[in-house]
């Protein structure tokens, strides 16, 4: 069984004690980088839920997603040439959902993954300016990223604003992995590719100038 959390809400440790109950023999869990640093208790929790179900397990943490850009969160502000979060120029190793797939599936149907936590990366370091950079290059689109944190302040209330700029400065920057092409035996897509495969399929055509 693959197993999400729900957005923002924990996973239900009913639905994991009977789904073992009922034959779930493995369980791959998606997590996230930096989750012990950022002091994510939902995800800790289902980390640790699974890892004591009783059943082979296995957590997969990638950094963020490529998808993020084009199908996730960041797509309106994308489409609307600006993006504004506190991350200044930390760099980041945006993973692609497919390599996320690839693995996940390599755990769910193949032994020695067992008791694993896999973190998982893309090829290459990025910071948002230089990953938004590639996006203008192939598409043409212009982006601006506004990196501070007063910056998130004017857009998100303050509150929640620093809660979530002490979390991603607790993360900090990402570093690689060879997870993906250690475990699929290919190497991971990188960002340009990531960009053109999207633009070829129709991301982002409303915001094109």
């Known amino acids: ?7 923002e809400l924990p996973v239900e440790p009913d639905f994991v004690r009977e ?26 929790a289902a980390e640790a839920l699974v890892s004591g179900s009783g059943a082979d397990w296995t957590v997969v943490r990638p950094d963020w997603f490529d998808q993020n850009f084009d199908e996730g969160f960041f797509r309106p ?3 609307a040439g600006e993006l504004v ?17 690839a693995v996940a599936v390599r755990a769910l149907t193949e032994d ?8 998982l990366s893309g090829p290459e370091l990025l910071s948002f300016p230089r990953a938004l950079g590639l996006i203008t290059e192939v ?9 501070t944190a007063d910056d998130y ?10 809660a979530q700029v002490a979390a991603w400065e607790a993360c ?27 633009w070829e399929g129709g991301a982002w055509r409303e915001g094109r100038r």
Do not use: C, N, W
């Open 153 to 162: 302040r004017e857009v998100v209330p303050a509150d929640l604003a620093d």
């Open 19 to 44: 789904a073992v109950e009922r034959g779930v023999r493995r369980l791959v869990l998606l997590s996230s980088r930096g989750v012990v640093e950022m002091r994510d208790e939902r995800l800790l």
């Open 172 to 198: 900090g920057d990402s570093e690689l992995t060879d997870t993906v092409e250690r475990v699929t035996g290919r190497p991971p897509k990188d960002f340009r590719r990531y960009v053109e495969q999207a």
């Open 77 to 79: 502000s994308v489409v």
């Open 112 to 119: 020695g993954h067992e008791g694993r936590t896999y973190e």
């Open 1 to 7: 069984m693959y197993l999400m959390a729900p957005h």
């Open 85 to 101: 979060l506190p991350l200044g120029d930390h760099v980041l190793g945006f993973v692609d959902a497919d390599d996320i797939a």
């Open 139 to 147: 598409t043409g689109l212009d982006v601006r990223f506004r990196g």
